[in-house]
């Protein structure tokens, strides 16, 4: 969702730091995994913290994150729902409250907040993952996706999709 994410191309500051590229937010576990990182900031419009459908051993995109923190892969997360979801009572990031008792204390360190990019301090960041997670996002989101992957010549994990339907100029949005 981050061209949902008001300036996104403030996102382009992060060229030179070690970026990945993927299909789902899943493989996120994996480098955690592999990568000494214990902090991560994940803006996403879900917490990723767990899921009540499914079986909640198996690493998935709405689990990966709370597993890690099972796993002991990383001790610091926070997710930041965009702003807008704010003004969008159907959204996760509506009610931060009602998600955070939703958790029912299972994550107490997981940090729930609302912003935009604008607002956020990119000092030390040390590794970036993005996620095209092409069941949730416009196809004519693509363009811009893999503009940012092209700037912090990001390794694909799992290669994204070109599945753009509509020709979008990089202006267009």
């Known amino acids: 969702d981050f061209p949902l994410l008001e300036d996104w191309r403030v ?3 992060l060229e030179g730091i070690p970026a990945f590229a993927t299909l789902s ?3 996120a576990y994996g480098l955690l995994e ?3 990182i214990q902090q991560v900031l994940n803006l996403d419009s879900h917490h ?3 899921s009540s459908s499914g079986d909640p051993n198996k690493i998935r995109p709405g689990n990966w994150a709370g597993l890690a923190l099972e796993h002991g892969f990383m001790t610091d997360y926070t997710c930041i729902y965009p702003s ?3 003004h969008l009572p159907v959204a996760e990031g509506f009610d931060l409250e009602r998600t955070r008792t939703e958790l029912g204390g299972r994550f107490s360190s997981a940090k729930l907040e609302r912003g935009s990019v ?3 301090e990119l000092v030390g960041v040390e590794y970036v993952l993005l996620v095209q997670s092409p069941a949730w996002t416009n ?3 693509d ?3 893999f503009e940012l992957c092209d700037v912090l010549k990001a390794t694909m994990l799992e290669p994204p999709l070109q599945r753009s339907l509509l020709e979008v100029t990089k202006s267009g949005l």
Do not use: I, M, S, T
Request: no cysteine; aromatic share 16%; net charge negative.
């Open 11 to 13: 996102l382009k500051q």
């Open 25 to 27: 937010h899943a493989d």
């Open 34 to 36: 592999q990568l000494d």
């Open 48 to 50: 990723d913290l767990f």
């Open 84 to 86: 807008w979801h704010e």
């Open 118 to 120: 604008r607002q956020l």
């Open 139 to 141: 196809p004519e989101h």
């Open 143 to 145: 363009v811009f996706f």
